[in-house]
């Protein structure tokens, strides 16, 4: 190998350790001594800014929440079906409720109209034996035994 391609391998080596410690260094909450000079060397191989540095940590920040993002969505098929078969199991429960209150509905509605009808019949009734006894008092008077 010449030293040219020698000197290159070295740099490429050196820049993706540098951007493997950047990246490290840029998930730190807190840093040491140590770690701020490892970063501002890694910054320096880089090319790096402080206003680049910045701008890093939000993205790297962002790439663990989708990946948080994406890990709870993950081999969740199962409980995903679970959770549909649910929601069906629901619908076809309260279906079958709703039928059931609308047959007692039905039922209780015809019990009332039974009774409305009974009231109305003799309401009719009484208004009609009254116009009897009007016109028939002899006759009807001993039938019903009233005055």
């Known amino acids: 190998m010449d030293l040219v ?3 290159q391998e070295a740099d490429q080596e050196a820049v993706r350790r540098a951007w493997a ?7 730190q909450e807190t ?6 000079k490892a ?7 880089l090319g790096k800014t402080p206003a680049d540095l910045v701008e ?6 962002r790439v663990r929440q989708l990946q948080q993002v994406i890990e709870a969505g993950t081999n969740i098929e199962e409980q995903s079906a679970a959770a549909q078969r649910a929601v069906a ?3 076809a429960e309260t279906e079958a409720l709703i039928r059931q209150r ?3 509905h039905a039922q ?4 009332a109209s039974d009774w409305t009808q009974k009231y109305l019949r003799a309401e009719e009734a009484k208004h009609e034996l009254a116009g009897l006894k009007a016109r028939h008092a002899t006759l009807v008077t001993p039938v019903i035994g009233v005055n």
Do not use: C, F, N, P
């Open 5 to 7: 391609t020698r000197i």
């Open 21 to 27: 410690q950047y990246a490290a260094l840029l998930e």
């Open 31 to 36: 840093a040491s001594a140590a770690a701020e």
């Open 39 to 45: 970063m501002r060397a890694a910054m320096e191989t």
């Open 56 to 61: 890093d940590r939000k993205v790297v920040a």
């Open 89 to 91: 199991d629901y619908a």
């Open 102 to 104: 609308r047959a007692g």
């Open 108 to 111: 209780l509605y015809a019990a």
